[in-house]
């Protein structure tokens, strides 16, 4: 890029140009739009109450047709008391397609296991897993502990 003020190349026109910066008096220069109003973001983010020592926390939302569907595995998605009554960590699902077939895997996070399913279809593997849980026939697994992230 060669400077509108200079016949030499000129990084800050190079800038300009490419998009990573707006320098004026230079090649590439960009008026800023004097209407364009920012909205400041940090009001809508509001720190939730602290619960009381004792409390259990309940489920934000409520599915009655999924839960209707596959009541077993709705269980281990919301249920955050176990039956003595303490608090249950929520289970957690994750699904994805590797080689044409659908795959599930339910970790249960509150006892460190983990499960997974595999079929034809979405709803194969939904089913798949609500029968497994249904008939008690799940071969559950040591959940593996997450991988370290750079060097300590």
Known sequence: MRCVCALSWCGLCYENVRGRANHSGHRGY???????????????MKKPDR???????????????????????????????WDDGSVRTTSTLFMFVDGGKWKLMVKDRSLG????????????????AEKALANDSVDWRPDRPAARRGRS
């Open 51 to 81: 619960l009381a020592p004792g409390a259990v926390p309940r489920a934000a939302s409520r599915d009655e047709v999924f839960a209707k569907k596959y009541p077993r595995l709705w269980e281990h998605l919301s249920e955050e008391v």
């Open 113 to 128: 296991l983990v499960v997974f399913f595999t079929a034809d279809d979405f709803n194969g593997v939904l089913l798949a």
């Open 30 to 44: 960009r008026r800023p739009n004097p209407f364009i109003l920012y909205a400041d973001v940090r009001e809508f």
